[in-house]
């Protein structure tokens, strides 16, 4: 473990830099971020990783001399990446970080210098210091998420409180803990975490990172579970901006058949139904021209606001080749049709026997729309399952640094 004097001297020498570990988006297959990781580079070129400084930087006040210190060199990097690809890039920060106002004031002040999108910048943190923080830092945490820069919580689904964290801070993204993910494949329970991480993040409109891919079925199996991004050494390791930049170029290709992406448009579109459905059946239940009719809870009722339409005219536009996906159009948008109508007779003080007939008409247009959807699934899995040539799974020398 590095002293505090050599730390100190550390940043006196600008002996810090940062290596990029890619991450890679399930959904295009193509590279759409990194995570800049400090490295700590000795004048005789070998490397200290950050398990060796980071927790005596910690203990005193120098971690915030170190992030402070690195900020410049993250925006002048980004720079130099967004020349070559709009990426995303995210680095980790400490509870210390956000005592005082200076790192959010300072971050802010550089992205406007540099002239840098918010969204490109991700700052992340871990559930323990979300857990353990008080007022001032989530108040310093809050004009960095005004301004659009993402918050991501690390190392998800390690601690007990994760869903309370959650619900009480603005966070983006959730990035699942390599330590689950490399047990998914052995353990149901772990492999049930992660599901299920998974489906609470898409409610939420959060997206989900998963760290620590190391191995095709890894990757094949987040995919099918409808995870957004995965980053690992199945991707490739963490690397100097020249070699990430040289990586990025090459412009590899991973498996990005979003099949996982199917089977949550199955669940959404449940939800819809049942969420109007019950809406409608409980407002009728109350005296025509009756508040309670007007001021029904309703979910999205036009088509392309729903989160079935969400996807259907957003990433699932990667479908629009195969005859099934087009021919869902048509019966989705019947279904919202048919569903404003109801929503209209309730409202103008029909009883449950004047809907009925259209409540049946709506349940077999919603069944076309789960049939189609079924179809698209079991197709694109075929397909899936049937394209794990190495081409797809193509690993650059680079894994070798």
């Known amino acids: 473990m590095k002293s505090e004097s050599e730390i100190v001297d550390a940043i006196k020498g600008d002996e810090f830099a940062f290596f990029y570990q890619s991450k890679v988006s399930l959904v295009t297959g193509r590279i759409v971020g990194a995570e800049a990781l400090i490295r700590w580079i000795r004048p005789d070129g070998s490397i200290v990783m950050p398990d060796d400084f980071i927790p005596a930087a910690e203990r005193s006040s120098l971690i915030k001399d170190v992030t402070l210190h690195m900020l410049p060199k993250l925006m002048k990097d980004m720079l130099i990446m967004m020349d070559v690809e709009p990426l995303v890039v995210s680095f980790n920060t400490s509870a210390q970080d956000f005592e005082d106002d200076t790192f959010a004031r300072t971050l ?79 353990s149901q329970r772990n492999a049930t975490i992660v599901n299920s991480s998974i489906r609470m993040a898409h409610e939420l409109g959060v997206e989900v990172i998963a760290e620590g891919v190391e191995a095709r079925e890894q990757h094949q199996y987040l995919m099918e579970s409808g995870c957004n991004h995965i980053q690992g050494f199945w991707i490739s390791r963490a690397l100097p901006l020249d070699q990430f930049i040289t990586f990025v170029e090459q412009d ?19 939800q819809w139904r049942k969420q109007l459905a019950s809406s409608l059946l409980r407002a009728v239940s109350f005296p025509k021209n009756s508040l309670q009719r007007a001021n029904m809870n309703l979910p999205a009722m036009e088509c392309h606001e729903c989160r079935l339409g969400r996807w259907y005219y957003g990433e699932g536009n990667m479908f629009h080749g195969r005859a099934i996906f087009q021919s869902l159009q048509k019966p989705h948008a019947d279904v919202h049709d048919t569903g404003l109508r109801l929503t209209q ?31 698209l699934e079991d197709e694109a899995l075929e397909n899936l399952h049937h394209s794990t040539s190495d081409e797809n799974y193509h690993l650059s020398n680079y894994l070798q640094l």
């Open 345 to 375: 007779l309730v409202i103008d003080g029909a009883s449950l026997k004047d809907i009925t007939p259209i409540l049946r008409v709506f349940a077999e247009q919603s069944m076309i729309v789960l049939g189609l959807l079924q179809n």
């Open 252 to 270: 590899n290709r991973w498996s990005g058949l979003p099949v996982g992406l199917i089977h949550m448009a199955v669940i959404d579109h449940v």
């Open 108 to 186: 802010l002040k550089m992205v406007e210098t540099f002239r840098l999108a918010p969204n490109a910048i991700q700052v992340e943190i871990t559930e323990s210091v979300a857990l353990g923080a008080g007022e001032a830092i989530r108040r310093n945490i809050r004009p960095l998420s005004q301004a659009g820069i993402g918050l991501a919580m690390d190392d998800f689904a390690t601690g007990y409180s994760s869903l309370d964290t959650l619900s009480k801070w603005p966070f983006t993204t959730i990035k699942l803990d390599q330590g689950i993910v490399g047990r998914m494949m052995a």
